[in-house]
């Protein structure tokens, strides 16, 4: 019975360190823009922690994490956790999903769609996409 309380306590700690670092993001963005302020507000109210970086140079944040050209925002985060990425405007929800699957390596709300957290009212209909372009999340 000790061993079994001990392994269970054993992986709520990991499990809760894991989730920890998968709850952990860090956004790049550039400083004038008030949007990423929004989105980043959009995720901490989903629980997230958000780290921003305001950055002018965000073509090469984007080059170095390995965002596609064709699916460029306004800003990227990272998960910290998962190392997974984030581009631009896609609800928390669609980031929920991308972390229950590791081998997605990021997705995209590409441009800036008016019906996105931070830019405006969700009205169910935002398409987000996975970095190969194919839709991953209707929201």
């Given at each position: ?25 860090t ?39 390995g ?53 405006g009212?969700?009205?169910?209909n ?5 970095f ?5 999340s209707?929201d």
């Amino acid at each position: 019975m000790k061993k079994w309380l001990l392994s269970a306590a054993a992986v709520l700690v990991i499990s809760s360190f894991a989730y920890a670092s998968n709850n952990e993001i860090t956004v790049f963005q550039d400083p004038n823009c008030g949007c990423c302020d929004g989105w980043n507000q959009h995720m901490r109210d989903a629980g997230f922690k958000v780290k921003s970086i305001k950055t002018s140079n965000m073509t090469a944040v984007k080059e170095k994490l390995g965002v596609p050209l064709n699916l460029a925002s306004c800003h990227t985060a990272i998960v910290e956790g998962t190392g997974q990425i984030i581009e631009g405007h896609v609800p928390s929800t669609a980031v929920h999903k991308m972390l229950t699957n590791a081998s997605i390596k990021g997705v995209a709300a590409p441009g800036m769609p008016a019906n996105s957290p931070g830019m405006g009212q969700m009205d169910g209909n935002l398409i987000t996409v996975d970095f190969n372009g194919q839709p991953f999340s209707k929201d």
